[in-house]
T-cell receptor, first 115, second 113 residues
Framework: EPEVTQTPSHQVTQMGQEVILRCVPISNHLYFYWYRQILGQKVEFLVS????????KSEIFDDQFSVERPDGSNFTLKIRSTKLEDSAMYFCASEGLAGEGGEQYFGPGTRLTVT | DQQVKQNSPSLSVQEGRISILNCDYT??????FLWYKKYPAEGPTFLISISSIKDKNEDGRFTVFLNKSAKHLSLHIVPSQPGDSAVYFC????????????FGAGTQVVVTP
C-alpha cells in the first residue's frame, strides 16, 4: 500500500540553525500539507501546497518557514532560524483528490528538537 | 483556537463492547468531518469521514454520526478490539479552505481484554 514517508525521524538542532524536513508524498497525489504537534497539544495546520504554490497557510507559518517541491517527488519544509518553540512533531500529509478536506494520508512524522 | 473539541481525554472499554467517542465543534462553516487514529510514533491514520449532507456513515465496525444542529459528532466502534487502543482525533474542514484540517485534542482509548 502506498504511504507517505518522512526523513529524518528525529532531528536535533541548535537554536538559530536552519533545518529542512523532508517528505515523499504518495506518488499520484496532488495536494500536500504540513502539520505540527507540540508535545501535549493539538495537531495544528501549517500550510497547504498545490500546483507548486502555497494555497493556504496558518499564522504559525511566518517568514521563517518555507516549503518547496524541488523535484516532483520530494516535499520539504524549511525553518530558516529555529527557535526553542519550534520543537514539535512535524507531519507531512498528501491527498489525491479535491483538496477540500478529504482523506489526507499522513507520514510518520519528524520529531524536531531545538536546543 | 478551540473550534473542535474532544472533551474526554481518555476512554476505557472492555473488549467486545461499544466505544463511543464524542466531538463538538463551534464553526458552523465546517462541512466535512473526519476521524483519525494514531498509534505512538506513527502519523495519524484516516478512519472514516462524513460530509455535512449526511447524518451517518458506516464502515465495518466504525460508524460516525453527525448532528449538525447540535454541532456534535460521534464515532462508534463495535465491537471494540484490543488493537483499537490508540488516540483518536476528530478533525473538521471547510470545503473552500484548501484542505486545512482543524483537529481536536484527541481521546486515548484503551480496550481491555
Amino acid at each position: 500500500e502506498p504511504e507517505v514517508t518522512q526523513t529524518p525521524s528525529h532531528q536535533v538542532t541548535q537554536m538559530g540553525q536552519e533545518v529542512i524536513l523532508r517528505c515523499v508524498p504518495i506518488s499520484n497525489h496532488l495536494y500536500f500539507y504540513w502539520y505540527r504537534q507540540i508535545l501535549g497539544q493539538k495537531v495544528e495546520f501549517l500550510v497547504s501546497f498545490y500546483n507548486n504554490e502555497i494555497s493556504e497557510k496558518s499564522e504559525i507559518f511566518d517568514d521563517q518557514f518555507s516549503v518547496e517541491r524541488p523535484d516532483g517527488s520530494n516535499f520539504t519544509l524549511k525553518i530558516r532560524s529555529t527557535k526553542l518553540e519550534d520543537s514539535a512533531m512535524y507531519f507531512c500529509a498528501s491527498e489525491g483528490l479535491a483538496g477540500e478536506g478529504g482523506e489526507q494520508y499522513f507520514g510518520p512524522g519528524t520529531r524536531l528538537t531545538v536546543t | 483556537d478551540q473550534q473542535v473539541k474532544q472533551n474526554s481525554p481518555s476512554l476505557s472499554v472492555q473488549e467486545g463492547r461499544i466505544s463511543i467517542l464524542n466531538c463538538d465543534y463551534t464553526n458552523s462553516m465546517f462541512d466535512y468531518f473526519l476521524w483519525y487514529k494514531k498509534y505512538p510514533a506513527e502519523g495519524p491514520t484516516f478512519l472514516i469521514s462524513i460530509s455535512s449532507i449526511k447524518d451517518k456513515n458506516e464502515d465495518g465496525r466504525f460508524t460516525v454520526f453527525l448532528n449538525k444542529s447540535a454541532k456534535h459528532l460521534s464515532l462508534h466502534i463495535v465491537p471494540s478490539q484490543p488493537g483499537d487502543s490508540a488516540v483518536y482525533f476528530c478533525a473538521a474542514s471547510v470545503t473552500d479552505s484548501w484542505g486545512k484540517l482543524q483537529f481536536g485534542a484527541g481521546t486515548q482509548v484503551v480496550v481491555t481484554p
